[in-house]
Protein backbone atom coordinates (compact mmCIF):
# COMPACT_ATOMS: atom_id res chain seq x y z
CA UNK A 1 0.00 0.00 0.00
CA UNK A 2 3.16 2.69 0.50
CA UNK A 3 4.69 1.46 -2.69
CA UNK A 4 1.81 1.76 -4.61
CA UNK A 5 0.57 5.14 -3.30
CA UNK A 6 4.09 6.47 -3.67
CA UNK A 7 3.85 5.72 -7.06
CA UNK A 8 0.47 7.40 -7.13
CA UNK A 9 2.63 10.73 -6.83
CA UNK A 10 5.86 9.95 -8.33
CA UNK A 11 6.63 6.78 -9.90
CA UNK A 12 10.44 5.79 -9.26
CA UNK A 13 11.15 9.61 -9.12
CA UNK A 14 10.71 9.87 -12.37
CA UNK A 15 8.46 13.27 -11.39
CA UNK A 16 5.12 11.02 -12.87
CA UNK A 17 2.37 9.48 -11.20
CA UNK A 18 1.65 5.75 -12.49
CA UNK A 19 -2.00 7.30 -12.81
CA UNK A 20 -0.32 9.37 -15.68
CA UNK A 21 2.21 7.70 -17.55
CA UNK A 22 1.68 6.27 -21.04
CA UNK A 23 1.06 2.66 -20.81
CA UNK A 24 3.74 2.11 -24.06
CA UNK A 25 6.32 4.36 -21.62
CA UNK A 26 9.74 2.21 -20.77
CA UNK A 27 8.61 2.53 -16.96
CA UNK A 28 5.37 0.56 -17.60
CA UNK A 29 7.29 -1.87 -20.27
CA UNK A 30 9.54 -2.87 -17.33
CA UNK A 31 6.80 -3.45 -14.94
CA UNK A 32 4.23 -5.13 -17.07
CA UNK A 33 7.75 -7.46 -18.07
CA UNK A 34 8.37 -8.11 -14.22
CA UNK A 35 4.76 -8.92 -13.70
CA UNK A 36 4.44 -11.86 -16.12
CA UNK A 37 8.19 -12.96 -14.92
CA UNK A 38 7.43 -13.06 -11.57
CA UNK A 39 4.28 -14.97 -12.17
CA UNK A 40 5.83 -17.47 -14.52
CA UNK A 41 8.87 -17.49 -11.42
CA UNK A 42 6.21 -18.27 -8.25
CA UNK A 43 4.19 -21.02 -10.61
CA UNK A 44 7.05 -22.32 -12.33
CA UNK A 45 5.45 -21.62 -15.82
CA UNK A 46 7.23 -22.81 -18.64
CA UNK A 47 7.02 -21.49 -22.53
CA UNK A 48 4.45 -23.74 -23.37
CA UNK A 49 1.84 -21.74 -21.42
CA UNK A 50 1.04 -17.44 -22.20
CA UNK A 51 0.59 -15.89 -19.64
CA UNK A 52 -1.76 -12.10 -20.00
CA UNK A 53 -3.01 -9.77 -18.47
CA UNK A 54 -6.93 -9.35 -19.11
CA UNK A 55 -9.79 -6.68 -18.32
CA UNK A 56 -13.44 -7.73 -17.69
CA UNK A 57 -12.94 -10.36 -14.60
CA UNK A 58 -13.53 -13.58 -14.25
CA UNK A 59 -16.80 -13.36 -15.44
CA UNK A 60 -15.35 -12.20 -19.23
CA UNK A 61 -13.46 -16.18 -18.98
CA UNK A 62 -17.01 -17.35 -18.21
CA UNK A 63 -17.56 -16.84 -22.03
CA UNK A 64 -13.99 -16.37 -23.27
CA UNK A 65 -12.70 -19.80 -22.28
CA UNK A 66 -15.12 -21.83 -24.26
CA UNK A 67 -15.55 -19.37 -26.99
CA UNK A 68 -11.61 -19.37 -27.85
CA UNK A 69 -11.44 -23.62 -27.01
CA UNK A 70 -15.06 -25.14 -27.67
CA UNK A 71 -16.39 -25.72 -31.15
CA UNK A 72 -20.29 -25.22 -31.48
CA UNK A 73 -20.55 -29.41 -31.83
CA UNK A 74 -18.36 -30.30 -29.40
CA UNK A 75 -18.59 -30.77 -25.31
CA UNK A 76 -17.02 -29.19 -22.47
CA UNK A 77 -17.89 -30.94 -19.09
CA UNK A 78 -18.03 -28.89 -15.69
CA UNK A 79 -17.91 -28.97 -12.17
CA UNK A 80 -21.22 -27.37 -10.70
CA UNK A 81 -19.90 -26.35 -6.82
CA UNK A 82 -21.33 -23.04 -5.92
CA UNK A 83 -22.59 -19.88 -7.81
CA UNK A 84 -19.60 -19.22 -9.88
CA UNK A 85 -19.72 -22.31 -11.52
CA UNK A 86 -23.63 -22.28 -12.20
CA UNK A 87 -22.58 -18.76 -14.10
CA UNK A 88 -19.32 -20.32 -15.77
CA UNK A 89 -21.74 -23.40 -16.68
CA UNK A 90 -24.47 -20.67 -18.32
CA UNK A 91 -21.95 -19.01 -20.34
CA UNK A 92 -20.44 -21.79 -21.84
CA UNK A 93 -23.79 -23.31 -22.87
CA UNK A 94 -23.83 -20.57 -25.36
CA UNK A 95 -20.73 -21.65 -27.26
CA UNK A 96 -21.47 -25.64 -27.31
CA UNK A 97 -22.93 -28.42 -25.31
CA UNK A 98 -22.31 -29.13 -21.47
CA UNK A 99 -22.03 -31.66 -19.60
CA UNK A 100 -22.55 -31.03 -15.92
CA UNK A 101 -20.61 -34.52 -14.20
CA UNK A 102 -21.69 -33.49 -10.96
CA UNK A 103 -22.48 -30.85 -8.53
CA UNK A 104 -23.04 -30.35 -4.80
CA UNK A 105 -26.40 -27.89 -5.07
CA UNK A 106 -28.17 -30.95 -3.36
CA UNK A 107 -26.49 -29.59 0.11
CA UNK A 108 -26.10 -26.09 -0.86
CA UNK A 109 -22.98 -26.79 -2.00
CA UNK A 110 -21.47 -27.70 1.46
CA UNK A 111 -18.60 -29.90 0.02
CA UNK A 112 -17.27 -30.90 -2.90
CA UNK A 113 -17.65 -33.96 -5.33
CA UNK A 114 -15.22 -36.80 -5.88
CA UNK A 115 -17.53 -39.49 -6.39
CA UNK A 116 -18.95 -39.07 -10.09
CA UNK A 117 -18.69 -40.36 -13.53
CA UNK A 118 -15.26 -39.32 -15.47
CA UNK A 119 -16.22 -37.64 -18.42
CA UNK A 120 -15.02 -38.80 -21.78
CA UNK A 121 -15.28 -37.16 -24.88
CA UNK A 122 -15.61 -33.96 -23.38
CA UNK A 123 -12.77 -30.92 -24.67
CA UNK A 124 -11.74 -30.04 -21.20
CA UNK A 125 -13.49 -29.93 -17.95
CA UNK A 126 -14.07 -26.78 -16.00
CA UNK A 127 -13.96 -26.42 -12.16
CA UNK A 128 -13.86 -23.25 -9.87
CA UNK A 129 -10.85 -24.35 -7.40
CA UNK A 130 -12.23 -22.09 -4.36
CA UNK A 131 -15.98 -21.42 -4.05
CA UNK A 132 -15.50 -18.13 -1.96
CA UNK A 133 -19.80 -17.77 -1.36
CA UNK A 134 -19.87 -21.16 0.27
CA UNK A 135 -16.60 -21.41 2.03
CA UNK A 136 -15.19 -24.71 -0.01
CA UNK A 137 -11.75 -25.44 -2.00
CA UNK A 138 -10.24 -28.74 -3.95
CA UNK A 139 -7.73 -29.95 -1.57
CA UNK A 140 -6.88 -32.36 -4.75
CA UNK A 141 -7.75 -31.42 -8.22
CA UNK A 142 -9.32 -34.39 -10.79
CA UNK A 143 -7.45 -37.09 -12.16
CA UNK A 144 -8.49 -36.89 -16.10
CA UNK A 145 -7.50 -37.20 -19.29
CA UNK A 146 -8.43 -34.22 -20.34
CA UNK A 147 -7.10 -30.41 -20.25
CA UNK A 148 -8.30 -28.84 -16.47
CA UNK A 149 -9.83 -25.53 -17.07
CA UNK A 150 -9.72 -23.46 -13.76
CA UNK A 151 -11.49 -20.49 -12.37
CA UNK A 152 -8.83 -19.69 -9.42
CA UNK A 153 -10.37 -16.10 -8.86
CA UNK A 154 -10.53 -16.43 -4.99
CA UNK A 155 -7.75 -18.69 -4.23
CA UNK A 156 -4.84 -18.01 -6.93
CA UNK A 157 -1.40 -18.07 -5.68
CA UNK A 158 -2.64 -18.97 -2.17
CA UNK A 159 -0.73 -22.39 -1.81
CA UNK A 160 1.67 -24.34 -4.53
CA UNK A 161 0.15 -25.12 -7.99
CA UNK A 162 1.26 -27.13 -10.58
CA UNK A 163 0.07 -25.48 -13.28
CA UNK A 164 1.36 -28.12 -16.12
CA UNK A 165 -2.29 -30.24 -14.65
CA UNK A 166 -3.80 -27.28 -16.17
CA UNK A 167 -5.38 -26.16 -20.06
CA UNK A 168 -6.07 -22.94 -18.71
CA UNK A 169 -5.83 -20.92 -15.21
CA UNK A 170 -8.02 -17.60 -14.78
CA UNK A 171 -8.22 -15.29 -11.94
CA UNK A 172 -9.94 -11.97 -11.25
CA UNK A 173 -6.92 -9.87 -9.43
CA UNK A 174 -8.60 -8.35 -6.31
CA UNK A 175 -8.40 -11.55 -3.80
CA UNK A 176 -4.78 -12.63 -3.76
CA UNK A 177 -3.05 -10.51 -6.55
CA UNK A 178 -4.12 -6.58 -6.41
CA UNK A 179 -7.29 -4.27 -7.17
CA UNK A 180 -9.80 -5.18 -8.99
CA UNK A 181 -9.30 -4.53 -12.99
CA UNK A 182 -6.73 -6.77 -14.35
CA UNK A 183 -7.93 -10.53 -14.55
CA UNK A 184 -4.52 -13.21 -14.81
CA UNK A 185 -5.14 -15.63 -17.33
CA UNK A 186 -2.57 -18.70 -17.91
CA UNK A 187 -3.14 -20.07 -21.05
CA UNK A 188 -1.38 -23.69 -22.64
CA UNK A 189 -0.23 -22.00 -26.28
CA UNK A 190 -1.59 -24.90 -28.11
CA UNK A 191 -5.08 -24.72 -27.03
CA UNK A 192 -5.34 -21.12 -28.26
CA UNK A 193 -7.79 -21.35 -31.14
CA UNK A 194 -8.79 -24.86 -30.81
CA UNK A 195 -12.22 -23.24 -31.59
CA UNK A 196 -11.68 -22.58 -34.90
CA UNK A 197 -14.95 -19.42 -34.30
CA UNK A 198 -14.21 -16.41 -35.74
CA UNK A 199 -13.50 -13.89 -32.63
CA UNK A 200 -13.54 -10.34 -32.21
CA UNK A 201 -10.17 -9.02 -31.69
CA UNK A 202 -10.61 -7.88 -28.29
CA UNK A 203 -12.08 -11.40 -27.31
CA UNK A 204 -9.46 -13.80 -28.81
CA UNK A 205 -6.83 -14.93 -26.80
CA UNK A 206 -4.53 -14.88 -29.32
CA UNK A 207 -4.27 -10.89 -29.87
CA UNK A 208 -3.13 -10.28 -26.35
CA UNK A 209 -0.61 -13.03 -26.08
CA UNK A 210 0.74 -11.19 -29.79
CA UNK A 211 0.53 -8.54 -28.11
CA UNK A 212 1.91 -9.28 -24.79
CA UNK A 213 -1.30 -7.70 -22.71
CA UNK A 214 -0.74 -4.54 -24.64
CA UNK A 215 -3.68 -4.99 -27.60
CA UNK A 216 -5.26 -1.42 -26.25
CA UNK A 217 -4.49 0.41 -23.20
CA UNK A 218 -3.87 -2.28 -20.23
CA UNK A 219 -5.54 -1.06 -16.55
CA UNK A 220 -1.54 0.28 -15.31
CA UNK A 221 -2.29 0.99 -11.91
CA UNK A 222 -3.93 -2.49 -10.91
CA UNK A 223 -0.61 -4.31 -13.14
CA UNK A 224 1.62 -2.15 -11.11
CA UNK A 225 0.00 -2.97 -7.81
CA UNK A 226 -0.20 -6.73 -8.97
CA UNK A 227 3.33 -6.64 -9.60
CA UNK A 228 4.03 -5.19 -5.86
CA UNK A 229 2.45 -7.68 -4.71
CA UNK A 230 3.75 -10.84 -6.45
CA UNK A 231 7.09 -9.11 -5.31
CA UNK A 232 6.06 -9.65 -1.80
CA UNK A 233 5.06 -13.13 -2.53
CA UNK A 234 8.08 -13.79 -3.23
CA UNK A 235 10.06 -12.24 -0.72
CA UNK A 236 7.63 -14.29 1.80
CA UNK A 237 9.49 -17.39 0.35
CA UNK A 238 6.96 -17.83 -2.59
CA UNK A 239 3.82 -20.01 -2.38
CA UNK A 240 5.27 -23.02 0.38
CA UNK A 241 5.57 -20.06 3.10
CA UNK A 242 2.15 -18.03 1.90
CA UNK A 243 0.43 -21.55 2.00
CA UNK A 244 1.82 -22.24 5.23
CA UNK A 245 0.66 -19.18 6.72
CA UNK A 246 -2.63 -19.64 5.17
CA UNK A 247 -3.23 -22.74 7.00
CA UNK A 248 -1.90 -21.41 10.02
CA UNK A 249 -4.55 -18.79 10.50
CA UNK A 250 -7.52 -21.36 8.64
CA UNK A 251 -6.32 -23.82 11.36
CA UNK A 252 -6.88 -21.18 14.06
CA UNK A 253 -10.01 -20.00 12.96
CA UNK A 254 -11.63 -23.35 12.11
CA UNK A 255 -10.17 -24.81 14.97
CA UNK A 256 -12.31 -22.15 17.31
CA UNK A 257 -15.48 -22.93 15.43
CA UNK A 258 -15.29 -26.63 16.44
CA UNK A 259 -14.72 -26.06 19.99
CA UNK A 260 -17.00 -22.71 20.50
CA UNK A 261 -20.83 -23.22 21.71
CA UNK A 262 -22.02 -20.75 20.37
CA UNK A 263 -20.96 -21.68 16.22
CA UNK A 264 -20.37 -24.05 13.84
CA UNK A 265 -19.04 -24.22 10.74
CA UNK A 266 -21.28 -24.88 7.95
CA UNK A 267 -19.06 -26.92 5.49
CA UNK A 268 -17.32 -31.04 5.28
CA UNK A 269 -14.60 -30.83 7.34
CA UNK A 270 -12.42 -32.01 4.43
CA UNK A 271 -13.41 -29.44 1.74
CA UNK A 272 -13.23 -26.44 3.89
CA UNK A 273 -11.44 -23.36 2.62
CA UNK A 274 -8.52 -21.89 3.55
CA UNK A 275 -9.53 -18.40 2.09
CA UNK A 276 -12.99 -17.83 3.01
CA UNK A 277 -14.43 -19.55 6.24
CA UNK A 278 -18.21 -19.93 6.68
CA UNK A 279 -19.67 -20.74 10.20
CA UNK A 280 -23.58 -20.11 11.36
CA UNK A 281 -24.73 -19.32 15.23
CA UNK A 282 -26.17 -21.97 16.86
CA UNK A 283 -29.11 -19.85 17.77
CA UNK A 284 -30.41 -17.59 15.37
CA UNK A 285 -30.15 -14.67 17.90
CA UNK A 286 -26.56 -14.52 18.59
CA UNK A 287 -26.47 -13.59 15.12
CA UNK A 288 -27.11 -9.72 15.70
CA UNK A 289 -24.86 -9.39 18.94
CA UNK A 290 -22.17 -11.02 17.64
CA UNK A 291 -22.30 -8.86 14.80
CA UNK A 292 -22.27 -6.19 16.66
CA UNK A 293 -19.53 -7.13 19.09
CA UNK A 294 -16.91 -7.72 16.01
CA UNK A 295 -17.80 -4.00 15.20
CA UNK A 296 -17.02 -2.77 18.57
CA UNK A 297 -13.53 -4.48 18.35
CA UNK A 298 -12.87 -3.19 14.86
CA UNK A 299 -13.87 -6.18 13.00
CA UNK A 300 -15.23 -5.66 9.68
CA UNK A 301 -17.05 -7.60 6.69
CA UNK A 302 -17.60 -11.08 9.02
CA UNK A 303 -21.62 -10.84 7.48
CA UNK A 304 -22.39 -14.38 5.78
CA UNK A 305 -23.32 -14.13 2.39
CA UNK A 306 -26.76 -14.34 1.81
CA UNK A 307 -26.90 -17.91 0.14
CA UNK A 308 -25.44 -19.17 2.99
CA UNK A 309 -26.01 -16.74 6.05
CA UNK A 310 -24.65 -16.29 9.40
CA UNK A 311 -20.52 -15.43 9.23
CA UNK A 312 -17.62 -15.46 6.16
CA UNK A 313 -14.35 -14.49 7.26
CA UNK A 314 -12.32 -14.14 4.17
CA UNK A 315 -8.95 -14.69 5.14
CA UNK A 316 -6.21 -13.75 1.68
CA UNK A 317 -2.79 -14.16 1.70
CA UNK A 318 -2.62 -10.45 3.00
CA UNK A 319 -4.82 -10.92 6.34
CA UNK A 320 -2.12 -11.10 8.95
CA UNK A 321 -2.55 -14.03 11.11
CA UNK A 322 -3.50 -11.11 14.21
CA UNK A 323 -6.06 -10.26 12.76
CA UNK A 324 -8.34 -14.04 12.80
CA UNK A 325 -6.44 -14.22 16.26
CA UNK A 326 -8.95 -10.96 17.39
CA UNK A 327 -11.65 -12.60 15.42
CA UNK A 328 -10.83 -15.51 17.97
CA UNK A 329 -11.16 -13.72 20.84
CA UNK A 330 -14.13 -12.13 19.71
CA UNK A 331 -15.65 -15.72 19.24
CA UNK A 332 -14.40 -16.76 22.79
CA UNK A 333 -15.61 -13.36 24.40
CA UNK A 334 -18.99 -13.81 22.80
CA UNK A 335 -19.27 -17.40 24.16
CA UNK A 336 -18.54 -16.19 27.83
CA UNK A 337 -21.76 -13.99 27.42
CA UNK A 338 -23.53 -15.66 25.70
CA UNK A 339 -22.99 -19.59 25.27
N1 LIG B 1 -15.12 -16.59 -9.69
C1 LIG B 1 -14.93 -16.57 -8.37
C2 LIG B 1 -14.50 -17.83 -7.68
C3 LIG B 1 -15.16 -15.39 -7.64
O1 LIG B 1 -14.98 -15.38 -6.32
C4 LIG B 1 -15.55 -14.24 -8.34
C5 LIG B 1 -15.77 -12.92 -7.64
N2 LIG B 1 -15.92 -12.91 -6.31
C6 LIG B 1 -15.76 -14.32 -9.70
C7 LIG B 1 -15.51 -15.50 -10.36
C8 LIG B 1 -16.21 -13.13 -10.50
O2 LIG B 1 -15.13 -12.27 -10.65
P1 LIG B 1 -15.23 -10.83 -11.29
O3 LIG B 1 -16.00 -9.99 -10.35
O4 LIG B 1 -13.79 -10.43 -11.43
O5 LIG B 1 -15.91 -10.96 -12.62
Known amino acids: MKEASQAVKNLNGIGLSILEISHRSAEFAAIIKEAESLVREIAAIDDSYAVVFLTGGASSQFFMAPMNLL ?11 GAWSTKAIKEAKHFGEVEVVASSKDRNYAYIPKRYKKPKDAVYLHLTSNNTIFGTQYQKFPDVNMPLICDMSSDMFSRPIDVNKFGLIYAGAQKNLGPSGVTLVIVKKELVGRSGRKLPSMLNYQTFIEKNSMFNTPPVFPIYVLMLTLRWIKAKGGLVSIEKANKSKA ?75 ALVEVMRAFSNKYG
Open 71 to 81: AENETAAYLDT
Open 251 to 325: RLLYKEIDENPCFHGTVDKKDRSLMNVCFLPTKDEFAEPFLAMCKESGINGVKGHRSVGGFRASIYNAMPRNSVK
